[in-house]
């Protein structure tokens, strides 16, 4: 993966140029999202889909 100031910098650098600070943000704060759900994954902590449906059930 690569490092997290390198994909900060890359998606920064593909919004406009009037794009201001709430939406830096928030493309920064779905970039850091995506990157731990992405390694939750490698480490295998995700539950299946059947998993989910139950627990919203059992709410």
């Known amino acids: 993966m690569r490092a ?3 994909e900060a910098l890359k998606t920064i ?5 009037d794009a201001d600070m709430n939406e ?4 920064l704060y ?3 999202k ?6 939750a994954a490698e480490q295998g902590k995700t ?5 989910l449906k139950r ?3 059992a709410w």
């Open 24 to 27: 830096i943000m928030y493309r």
């Open 34 to 39: 995506i990157r731990k759900g992405q390694e």
């Open 13 to 17: 650098d593909q919004l406009p140029d």
């Open 55 to 57: 627990e919203i059930e």
């Open 4 to 6: 997290a100031k390198q």
């Open 30 to 32: 779905v970039l850091d």
């Open 47 to 51: 539950v299946t889909s059947e998993q």
